[in-house]
């Protein structure tokens, strides 16, 4: 089994910043892609930002320049840096990973539990 932890939501004020964590953990081998995705009230949950093992990225066309995406690979954890927050990205942060587990050397997707993110002054 595989799971992952998020860390890191409340509430800020518009112009504020947060950082997101994400820890697996679990009977891994290795994790490839790890990732954050957002549902906000009444909406289908969108990608926010990927990143692979080897360090590239991939986000969603609006949000480039406000929110930055790393990983450490050593600690299985991803973060997600959000800058110049606006009432827009109020929503739950979901962490995504694509893990090869280590009972059965399977390929598996799993998410974490979402972690509230509350933009209002």
């Known amino acids: 089994q595989v799971q992952l932890v998020e860390s890191g939501g409340g509430l800020v004020q518009p112009g504020g910043s947060l950082r997101l964590s994400c820890a697996a953990s679990?009977?891994?081998?290795?994790?490839?892609?790890m990732g954050w995705y957002r549902q906000a009230p009444g909406k289908q949950r969108e990608l926010v930002a990927t990143?692979?093992?080897?360090?590239?990225?991939n986000y969603e066309d609006s949000l480039k320049g406000r929110f930055t995406i790393s990983r450490d690979n050593a600690k299985n954890t991803v973060y997600l840096q959000m800058n110049s927050l606006k009432p827009e990205d109020t929503a739950v942060y979901y962490c995504?990973?694509?893990?090869?587990?280590?009972?059965?050397?399977?390929?598996?997707?799993?998410w974490g539990q979402g972690t509230l993110v509350t933009v209002s002054s």
């Open positions: 679990g009977s891994i081998v290795s994790i490839n892609v």
């Open positions: 995504n990973a694509h893990a090869i587990v280590a009972v059965d050397y399977t390929y598996r997707e799993v």
């Open positions: 990143i692979t093992s080897g360090g590239s990225r």
